[in-house]
């Protein structure tokens, strides 16, 4: 992992004392700040990772100028608010500052290595043939459904009995780090289930952590011991009824500064479906990105934060890690309307209107832009490598990701429907349509739109949308690309930050 570069502000200089590996750490003082930049290449970008300020009062008008052109979620304050002038307090909220309790230069550096660390480490450890053994016990029923379903009924009696194993791997901890452990499962009757994880050293049990009821949502964070050598996850359950187990997911833990990066939320629906969203304020003003990832199957996480920091625009990411690899960032009306609420919140948040909203997606993420647009009546709709009726891409078994047969579009059918079943085809194609209906052809945005020609995944659907918005006498700029659905990806992102810089440069002059 690379290194993490500090710019600490203030006046004791701490470099000798936080001195450590994993930390690249520079100094100056508030009075000398003008200088430091001045010597760099370009004194205008922030050029280290994070900004520490360890005065513990703070009031500097260049203080307040530098955090709001500076990018989100890059400040760290050792001051209490108290000591901190209103405006310098106003700054740091607006640019999402973290606060840390902690004072001594070893353990802020410990810290900033422990919860600040580059990147996103997220997995999931799924219940499939290869990953989960089931108990085998007459007694109970056992079946599989999709890939990544695998469920039990019966009578489990009223004392803890082991149901099966996760196959896991050493590597899934690091020693002395806390990964949080969310498991997506569903129950019925009287069933409850609990999580065993059970750590080995030298052939020998060395430490057991038991995960039950709320915790098994809530993220509860699992620690790994200084040194291990293996682990495992015995999955247990008691009383009366069906338990049917899909993941366990594995994050490791920013304790309480983020979900999968700093500023990551995450947020649940009563009926404890995740939705994951990252909302950057950007360094400009002017409208804002949403953008819906697409499939992520092996790994978890946010995607694009690096082309569009470039840009500087106000940004909301949605990922999706239901199923495998997400289920297209839809669901029941509760799901629904959670999505439109962290919209409309961002939104609100840097006083825009619906029309200084762009919607966009690419690939999985494509169906939920174009699905949300009449809920939110965006200025502008960009999608790329579109996949729109999703009872037809999930009808098939036989579907392959990246030349392998993952049957994955089996599980995100019994995500949308609870089951799989022929039947539910018709029904999942019209889903998209029937929310777009709701949409009059006067509120319709522009579209810009990036299309493979022989897209295997939903090319049949590019035809019917293409008709469709004609028939509306929609604005459309659509650049197609010889090629499959997987292939094209760097033509595919400049062709939307092209378009991103093209429709906000039309907002702007019209005065949006």
């Not at 295997?456 to 590019?462: F, I, K, N, P």
Request: with cysteine; charged share 20%; net charge negative.
């Amino acid at each position: 992992m690379a290194d993490i570069s500090v710019l600490q502000i203030g006046q004791a200089d701490w470099t000798s004392q936080a001195a450590t590996d994993g930390l690249k750490w520079v100094h100056t003082t508030v009075a000398d700040l003008p200088t430091f930049l001045a010597q760099q290449d370009e004194p205008f970008k922030l050029e280290q990772d994070y900004v520490l300020l360890t005065d513990l009062t703070l009031d500097s008008s260049l203080l307040v100028r530098k955090i709001e052109e500076w990018p989100a979620y890059r400040f760290i304050y050792l001051a209490e608010l108290s000591q901190i002038s209103v405006e310098l307090q106003q700054a740091l909220s607006m640019r999402g500052a973290f606060h840390f309790n902690e004072q001594q230069p070893q353990t802020v550096a410990q810290r900033i290595l422990a919860d600040l660390y580059l990147g996103q480490i997220a997995f999931p450890t799924r219940f499939s043939e290869e990953q989960f053994i089931p108990t085998i016990n007459y007694d109970w029923q056992f079946r599989r459904s999709g890939r990544f379903s695998s469920a039990f009924t019966g009578d489990f009696g009223d004392d803890w009995q082991q149901i099966g194993t996760l196959k896991t791997f050493a590597g899934d901890l690091n020693p002395n780090q806390d990964n949080l452990i969310y498991l997506d499962y569903d129950a019925t009757g009287t069933a409850q289930v609990s999580l065993e994880c059970v750590f080995f050293h030298g052939g020998r049990l060395q430490q057991l952590q038991f995960l039950r009821g709320d915790g098994l949502v809530n993220m509860t964070p699992l620690k790994a011991p200084a040194r291990y050598q293996d682990y495992q996850i015995i999955v247990l359950a008691k009383g009366k009824g069906t338990v049917d187990l899909h993941a366990v997911h594995q994050r490791r833990s920013r304790h309480g500064l983020g979900m999968f990066i700093p500023g990551g939320q995450r947020q649940l629906t009563e009926d404890n479906q995740e939705v994951l969203s990252y909302f950057n304020p950007g360094t400009k003003k002017g409208p804002m990105i949403v953008l819906f990832a697409g499939t992520r199957l092996h790994v978890e996480g946010f995607e694009m934060m690096g082309p569009l920091d470039k840009l500087g625009y106000p940004y909301l990411l949605f990922t999706d890690a239901r199923s495998q690899g997400g289920a297209f960032d839809v669901g029941n009306a509760a799901y629904e309307a959670l999505v439109v609420k962290i919209i409309r919140k961002a939104q609100q948040f840097l006083g825009l209107t619906s029309d200084q909203v762009i919607m966009s997606g690419y690939s999985m993420g494509s169906y939920p832009a174009i699905y949300y647009t009449p809920d939110i009546k965006p200025g502008a709709l960009l999608l790329a490598k579109p996949i729109l009726n999703l009872g037809t891409f999930t009808s098939s078994a036989e579907f392959p990701h990246s030349g392998v047969n993952h049957d994955w579009t089996l599980d995100v059918r019994r995500q949308l429907t609870g089951r799989v079943d022929p039947e539910d085809t018709v029904a999942l194609n019209q889903k998209l349509w029937h929310k777009l209906d709701q949409l009059s052809a006067t509120d319709w945005p522009q579209v810009s739109m990036f299309s493979m020609d022989s897209d295997e995944y939903d090319g049949v659907s590019l035809p019917q949308l293409l008709d469709y918005l004609k028939e509306r006498r929609v604005r459309l700029n659509h650049h197609g690309e010889p090629g499959y659905h997987e292939q094209k990806i760097p033509e595919m992102i400049r062709f939307m930050i092209d378009e991103y810089e093209r429709i906000i440069a039309e907002m702007i002059a019209k005065g949006r």
